[in-house]
């Protein structure tokens, strides 16, 4: 067996693993990264990118169906499913030919093919050929989508996320199960593009959004167009010929049966640290296996281990598993010298229309025992000027305020362009600017941005109410 010696070793090739990479090499370091499966991102392979590819087609395909309520009426519309995967494959194909030349770049030395797992606090094993001592480690091994346990073995119909972008053609129906954001996404997707789409979700979750306001009004406008099942129970799944009969219990009890031609199952992931030989390293865990870390630091205890991106399921999205592994990087190649760094403000975006955006503390947070109460602030898009003018004046935006400060805290919404409404409005979080010193920014006419101007001018009313005075009473609803 092959014995190696490296300052910092990293598990796994993904957003985190590489921006680890290039951070303990940064710092001067010798540094190996190790990949036991196919190169190339979560997020360029089978996340962001091929899901946006799939979004676009749906949207050129949804504007044609929506072009005669302004009075335009274009031709008889065909979709080409074999050209739209083709289209996906390709451009997906691109976008992880991209991280491959990155990869390509890395010395041979610093790169190691196998699956890697723990054999004590300082040592590792990939497969049966390589032994490797580090003075730390990065683990940076990403997650895997969950199959649910009573629609695992069923068949080859049912599929995760990851098998949508190798189809060659789109099915003639899809049940989706789970709202999630990449349910919900796929979801839109392929009804937009004509197939028959039924999503189901055990509770009545949308996305992200913890905001009960916020909740409902995403619940209607999305229902609006989707066929979405609430409080859904999977009872059994059989698969017959080229279909999957799937048996679901709604809340009032009684069973559903229907016919789909393949059950994807969009119901989360889970990181991929229970193959790795963690138990070996005596970090000290948490109910779900994941080591206990510092997310400043990305320090699992005070140890010379750092864990970063999907892994640690801190915020699985791509920019926070860029910054983990920068983060968990610089300090695995400074260890015992560790520095926090960089956190920014939390921003997760849903492509679904309208789309989706929290950023800042949510609601749910903001809610928790022991926070102060704050104050509340909204504005509806069904009467937003420029959102009727585009025939998209869907959703609602509720923005928070801390009452004193009169601090801008963050915002959950559903709306129009929420892209890029979640953006500035994380900027101002960040910036920690108050309310009044957002108000006091420009704001052009006609745009989608005075529906924002709207809401803080509502959450600056409340803020100067001032904090409702404590009641013997539960209050449950803070800053109203």
Aim: glycine share 10%.
């Amino acid at each position: 067996m092959n014995k190696l010696h490296v300052d910092v070793a990293i598990i796994g090739t993904g957003t985190a693993g590489l921006a680890a990479y290039r951070a303990a090499r940064a710092q001067g370091k010798t540094a190996l990264v190790i990949e036991s499966g196919p190169y190339g991102t979560t997020c360029a392979r089978v996340g962001c990118m091929p899901s946006k590819l799939l979004i676009a087609a749906s949207e050129a395909a949804h504007m044609l169906a929506l072009a005669p309520a302004f009075g335009v009426h274009p031709g008889p519309v065909r979709i080409d499913g074999k050209a739209v995967m083709a289209r996906v494959r390709s451009e997906r194909d691109r976008f992880v030919g991209f991280v491959l030349e990155s990869i390509d770049g890395i010395p041979d030395q610093d790169k190691l093919r196998g699956h890697a797992r723990f054999t004590g606090p300082r040592s590792l094993q990939v497969d049966q050929h390589t032994a490797i001592d580090a003075v730390s480690v990065v683990i940076a091994s990403g997650s895997t989508p969950v199959m649910l346990p009573q629609l695992k073995d069923v068949g080859p119909r049912i599929i995760v996320s990851d098998a949508v972008f190798d189809w060659t053609d789109l099915p003639v129906s899809v049940a989706v199960i789970g709202t999630g954001v990449i349910g919900l996404e796929l979801g839109q997707a392929l009804h937009r593009l004509g197939v028959r789409v039924s999503v189901f979700a055990r509770g009545g979750s949308v996305a992200q959004l913890s905001d009960p306001e916020v909740l409902h009004v995403a619940g209607k406008a999305l229902a609006r167009e989707l066929d979405l099942r609430f409080q859904q129970r999977i009872v059994s799944a059989e698969q017959q010929g080229e279909e999957v009969v799937l048996v679901t219990r709604d809340a009032a009890g009684a069973e559903h049966t229907d016919r789909f031609a393949y059950v994807l199952v969009a119901a989360g992931r889970t990181p991929n640290v229970d193959q790795i030989g963690i138990e070996t390293t005596g970090l000290e865990l948490d109910a779900r296996g994941i080591p206990l870390f510092d997310s400043t630091t990305m320090q699992c205890g005070t140890s010379h281990i750092f864990i970063a991106g999907d892994a640690n399921n801190e915020r699985p999205v791509l920019p926070e598993a860029a910054d983990h592994g920068r983060i968990a990087g610089d300090n695995a190649g400074r260890y015992p010298d560790v520095r926090p760094g960089l956190r920014r403000t939390p921003l997760t975006i849903a492509f679904t229309e309208p789309q989706i955006a929290t950023l800042g503390e949510s609601y749910g947070e903001l809610c928790a025992e022991g926070k102060p109460k704050f104050a509340i602030g909204k504005v509806s898009f069904e009467n937003q000027g420029r959102s009727r003018v585009m025939l998209q004046n869907h959703g609602m935006l509720r923005v928070y305020g801390e009452y004193g400060t009169c601090r801008f805290l963050g915002a959950e919404m559903i709306g129009p362009r929420a892209e890029n409404l979640g953006h500035l409005l994380a900027w101002a979080c960040q910036a920690r600017l108050t309310v009044a010193q957002m108000l006091d920014m420009p704001f052009y006419h006609p745009v989608i941005e005075e529906g924002v101007r709207t809401a803080l001018r509502d959450l600056a009313l409340e803020l100067e109410k001032g904090a409702p005075k404590a009641s013997s009473v539960p209050d449950t609803t803070p800053g109203v």
